[in-house]
Structure formats: structure tokens, C-alpha cells
């Protein structure tokens, strides 16, 4: 059974996360000591000078520029990696699922939960008509895509459609 998960993965990602979140912290700082600097500098001048103005715009120009730094750092890089970090704890927390299907084929990527995966389709059989549906299993785009071929079963384990771990048989359809 070839596993894609190890147990430094959840570890890893934790550390990546953290470090985002310094970074940002670090940013913040630094724009507050800018932001009380030029707060403080404006306060101690005199009535009605005629520099006040730079201030001002200093201190604007640093919001600004803060804001744009904010929205896609957090928003992309961050966001993604507290995605990951969630999903790595409902894997080592959730129920998983054991079943032999065949391998159909490779579908496009997606976003499942905000983590990139590769989409493997298997063969269903439908209990209550006789007929086959389609399972999407999801691959994380992190690891390597298994050597599936396609028309021979693999032992899977998954947990909400996200594979764990497999094993390809000889097994065909």
C-alpha cells in the first residue's frame, strides 16, 4: 500500500503557515511604527504649516500600500495554506473509506475545499439499478498522480473522496 501522506506532512504545513502568519505580522508592524511615526511627526507641527500636507500624503500612500499587500497575501497565499493545514487534520482525524474500483480515466483539476487536486475517475456499481456511475476520487496536486491504468482495479483508501493511500492490483474489470 503506497501512502501520500506521512506524518511531517501536518507538521510541515503547520510551519509554513506560521511563517506566512510572522511575515504578515512583521509587515504590520512595520506599517503601525510608519503610521505612528508620521501620526506623531504631523502632531508636532506648528498651526497651519505649510508641510503638513506631506504628511498627509505619506501616510496615505502607507495605507495604501499596506492594504495592497494585505488583500493578496492573505488572501492567496495564507488562505491556501490554512487550507491545507485543515485538510491535512480531517485526514488524520476522519473516517476513512476502503474500496477496489477500476480506474476509468484522469479528469481536470479543481479546487476541492481550497486545495488544488487532480480529479481520478473509478467505476461505481449503482446498488439499487443495475447500471455504472462514475466516483471522483481526488488526488492532492501536491503529490505525484499514481500510475493508474486505466481498466484495472486499485485498493484505495480515501477519506471525503481524498485519496490516502493505494495499491494497484493486476485485477482487471
Request: charged fraction near 25%.
Amino acid at each position: 500500500m503506497t501512502k501520500l501522506y506521512h506524518d511531517l506532512d501536518l507538521v510541515d504545513a503547520m510551519r509554513q503557515k506560521r511563517r506566512l502568519l510572522a511575515g504578515f505580522l512583521c509587515v504590520t508592524g512595520v506599517y503601525l511604527a510608519g503610521l505612528i511615526t508620521c501620526l506623531t511627526l504631523y502632531i508636532l507641527l506648528p498651526y497651519h504649516d505649510p508641510t503638513g500636507v506631506w504628511y498627509v500624503v505619506g501616510t496615505s500612500v502607507l495605507t495604501g500600500l499596506y492594504i495592497i499587500f494585505c488583500f493578496p497575501y492573505m488572501g492567496i497565499s495564507y488562505k491556501r495554506s490554512r487550507a491545507y493545514c485543515k485538510m491535512l487534520k480531517f485526514i488524520s482525524v476522519g473516517l476513512k473509506e476502503y474500496a477496489v474500483l477500476p480506474f476509468e480515466g484522469i479528469d481536470d483539476w479543481t479546487v476541492k475545499d481550497g486545495v488544488d487536486v487532480n480529479v481520478a475517475l473509478f467505476s461505481v456499481k449503482n446498488v439499487k439499478k443495475d447500471e455504472k456511475m462514475t466516483r471522483q476520487i481526488y488526488v492532492d496536486g501536491e503529490k505525484d498522480f499514481p500510475a493508474f491504468e486505466e481498466g484495472k482495479k486499485a485498493r484505495l483508501i480515501s477519506q471525503g473522496n481524498l485519496l490516502i493511500a493505494y495499491e494497484l492490483t493486476e485485477e482487471t474489470e
